[in-house]
Structures are given as C-alpha cells and as structure tokens.
C-alpha cells in the first residue's frame, strides 16, 4: 500500500487551515471508502488528518423548527437507531440499515457516506482500462461496455457512473443541507447542489474545495417525514450497491396525496428527484393504481439508458410506485 503519514486533527480551525494548504492531505474518518480506495490505487495522499477527534461533531441535535442536524461524525448505525430518526424520518433509518453490514455501519461516519465514490468496476479495477474519473481524459469504458449498472439520468459520454450511498438518497427527498465548514465559516449546501454533474469533469464529485470539511447534515422538519420510506432493489439481499432505490415520503389528505417526495438511487451520478411525478401526483388517491403509475411515467420520458440496463426504466418506475405505496399506509 502507498505510505502515508498519520496525524491527528484537535479543532476544525487547524484543520480546515491544513486542509486548503496540502494538496497532498487528505480527511479520513470511518475510513471504510478512503482505505479501500488507497488499496486500490485510485487514492494516494501523501499524508492523512484523522478527523475522529473533532468536538461536537458527533451529535445529534433538535433543529428549532423540529427538524435534526446529524454531526458529520455520528456513526451510520448511531443513527439508524435514534429514536428521532426513527419516529420523524424512517427514510433515513431504513436507508442506512440497507446501506452496509453491522461491522461497516458501526465504523462508518455519516459525512464519510455522503462522500462515497462510484462502484463502477472500471474504476474500482485498478488502471486496466479507461475512466475519466481515475483518469482525466482516458475515456470511459462503460460508456460502450459493460453498464448494467450505470446511469439512466445526467449522464455525460465523459461518464455514466452512478452515485452509490443510499442515505444521500433520502436526505435529497428530504430537501437536507450539507453544513460545511471552511476558511470563511460555515454555509448550507442544499443536496440538489451538492454533487456535480460528469459533464466534461467527471473526476470531480461534487462542489467540495480544498479547505472544506463537512461538519454536519441538517434535515429541516418535512410533513412528509413521518410517512416515508425507503426501497433498494439489488440483485442479493445483503451486502450489494442498489440497482434502484427509491426514497418515497408523502402527507396525505385521507386516502388522498396532499405533497409527496421521491429520489431515485442507482440511476444517475447523483440521487435523482422525480420532480415531474411529484407534481403529477398531487390530489391523486392512493387506490388509483393506474393513476399513480401515470403520473410516475412522467418522471421517465427524460431517461436516456444504455446498451445494458434499459431494464432500470421498468424497474424504477415499478420500484417508485412500490415505495409509495407503502409510505401512503404509514401516513
Ligand atoms: Fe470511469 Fe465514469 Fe466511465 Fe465508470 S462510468 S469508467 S467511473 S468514467
């Protein structure tokens, strides 16, 4: 494995400041992507901060409006059993218990999830083929090759990678920020914003710079956040990256859908929100099957699949109508 020096950061100031002053330093936390990326070559910092010790940014705190900010720190599996979480977003408990095993959700941090990179093989598999995300400018392999697993949505011909973390998928459907710390204090990234399209750039992720740390995730209070939940279709029940995912939160008035909320996982390089089918779904009951399944589609007139996974379009919409329907029994 590359060497690397280890050193441990005791406040955020000194680490935000060595942070925008070494391209070569990296944040490490939970460790269980960065590790497994240094192993494989596709990540080589030089030296690694150990964030672990940072003060405050393991909690979970109320929100004065009801909602939750959940400290970059906490551990997935801290959260997945918080009670808070629990009662007022199951999406997002249901979402992290999906994500990972016991072991990994006990390591693994909730600002590390977010920052996940793709599992698409010609990235993960060293420098064997072209990626334009390991490699700027060498191509992409999946773009003609094997991309069963790759993206319906927002792709680029320089890449059609999707983005793996589930949790990212229900805090997008929950309209969540992403609280980052750097050099001129903290700012909210609303989750819409916060990945980058491939474009032309797919070595870059998301709008992060050096000099910013991720202290904390806020989920504002949703009426929708209650009767949520989250749905991952993969190809074996444990330990897999979804095919789709859907995160679904409505609020009902009775059998009827007053506002309702769905992200997709697995389909584009970020979670993906159905905005069209979320209009399209206002005032519908839920025992209009056919109506629901309707208003979905019009989510998937954009989808755009290649060579391999034209399936995702069926499947997704399939998945969607599924999620729903079992946020609409819970409210
Ligand atoms: Fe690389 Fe993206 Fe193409 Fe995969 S899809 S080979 S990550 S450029």
Redesign the pocket.
């Known amino acids: 494995m590359h060497p690397f020096v280890l050193t441990r950061a005791d406040d955020s100031a000194s680490a935000i400041a060595a942070h925008s002053q070494d391209v070569q330093l990296a944040f490490i936390a939970g460790g269980t992507d960065l590790v497994a990326l240094m192993k494989d070559g596709m990540e080589l910092p030089e030296r690694l901060l150990d964030i672990n010790g940072l003060p405050g940014t393991e909690r979970i705190e109320e929100l004065p409006d009801g909602g939750l900010r959940i400290g970059a720190l906490a551990r997935m599996s801290d959260v997945a059993a918080d009670g808070r979480v629990r009662a007022r977003f199951p999406v997002i408990a249901e979402a992290l218990l999906f994500s990972a095993s016991g072991q990994l959700r006990n390591m693994a941090t909730m600002g590390g999830n977010i920052m996940q990179r793709?599992r698409?093989a010609?990235?993960r598999d060293g420098d064997a083929l072209p990626?334009?995300?390991?490699e700027p400018g060498s191509g992409?392999?999946?773009?003609h090759g094997l991309n069963r697993n790759?993206a319906i949505f927002g792709w680029s011909a320089?890449?059609?990678?999707t983005h793996p973390s589930d949790v990212a998928v229900a805090f997008a459907a929950l309209d969540a920020n992403v609280i980052v710390r750097g050099r001129v204090g903290e700012r909210p990234i609303p989750f819409a914003e916060f990945y980058r399209p491939?474009s032309s750039t797919?070595e870059r992720d998301n709008v992060l710079g050096r000099g910013d740390l991720i202290v904390a995730i806020e989920v504002p209070a949703r009426p929708e956040g209650r009767a949520s939940h989250y749905l991952k279709v993969r190809d074996r029940q444990s330990y897999e990256f979804a095919l789709v995912s859907v995160a679904a939160a409505v609020e009902t008035d009775g059998e009827r859908l007053r506002s309702v909320r769905l992200a997709m996982g697995g389909v584009a390089h970020k979670p993906w929100r159905l905005l069209a089918a979320e209009r399209a779904l206002r005032g519908i009951l839920l025992g209009n099957t056919n109506g629901l399944r309707s208003a979905i589609a019009q989510s998937f007139s954009e989808a755009r699949p290649l060579t391999h996974n034209g399936f995702k379009v069926e499947l997704s919409q399939r998945a969607a109508l599924r999620a729903l329907l079992t946020a609409g029994a819970r409210a």
């Open positions: 793709t698409c010609y990235f990626c334009n995300k390991r992409c392999s999946a773009l790759h320089s890449c059609v990678a491939p797919p």
